[in-house]
């Protein structure tokens, strides 16, 4: 295993211990995620089941025989955990390398806590350096790089990528995103766009790399 490889798992089996018993637990997806649904699948018994983000993660989730539920047949979740590609000093991140933004962010915006889990490697004083995934309608795909444009950025099409929700993805480099919650807002407002990969107006509650030192609880 590389060392981020193990950072990743690391973190991942520190969030273990926001799990209560009884809970439904929403999570998110990705490489790190995986090793969390693999901690979780040891405590499979203990817990109702998940409300998950992505097809990749359900499909894990049942291969492990965790239940998945709806979120709309849950309400509100006690527990999000979930990756980012990004996280600055104020917990704000940059998510949606793996495409599943949109409903990332729906279940971030229904949980109590959201607990972020990542690899030290992930940590930034300024977001942007990491390509900001916007996902986007397909017919407005030119419109919204366009928009893009306008505000400095270089959008590049993910071609090949259709996302759960059957939507495209643009990758935007070049941003040096000083006013994470200012920029999503404008984000969200360009017509055609659906999520931007941005979680700033509602960021992680919790960051955990798996560190004891870094996490603050060394
Ligand atoms: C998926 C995400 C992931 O959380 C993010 O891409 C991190 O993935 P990984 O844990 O594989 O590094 O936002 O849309």
Redesign the pocket.
């Known amino acids: 295993m590389t060392p981020q490889e193990e950072g ?1 798992r690391r973190a991942a089996r520190a969030a273990m211990r926001y799990v209560e018993n009884g809970m439904t637990v929403g999570v ?6 995986a090793h969390f649904i693999d901690a979780l699948a040891e405590r499979r018994h203990d817990i109702e089941g998940a409300v998950s983000s992505s097809e990749q993660s359900t499909r894990l989730l049942k291969e492990r025989g965790i239940p998945v539920f709806e979120l709309n047949a849950t309400g509100e979740l006690a527990l999000y955990v ?4 990004e996280c600055d000093p104020q917990r704000r991140l940059i ?7 949109t409903r ?1 962010k729906i279940i971030a915006a229904a949980s109590k806590q959201f607990v972020c889990i990542i690899d030290p490697s992930k940590r930034v004083d300024v977001l942007g350096r990491f390509p900001l995934p916007v996902e986007v309608i397909p017919m407005a795909r030119s419109h919204v790089a366009r928009a893009l444009v306008d505000r400095g950025g270089k959008p590049v099409w993910r071609d090949g990528v259709v996302t759960d929700n059957g939507n495209w993805i643009l990758d935007v480099h070049g941003l040096h995103i000083t006013d994470p919650v200012a920029l999503e807002r404008d984000i969200n407002q360009i017509v055609g766009v659906v999520t931007v ?1 941005l979680f700033a107006q509602r960021p992680a509650d919790v960051v955990l790399t798996g560190d004891a030192a870094l996490d603050g609880n060394a």
Do not use: Q
């Open positions: 990743k998110g997806t990705g490489s790190t995620v979930d990756g980012a590609d998510k949606g390398g793996g495409a599943a933004l990332e990969g």
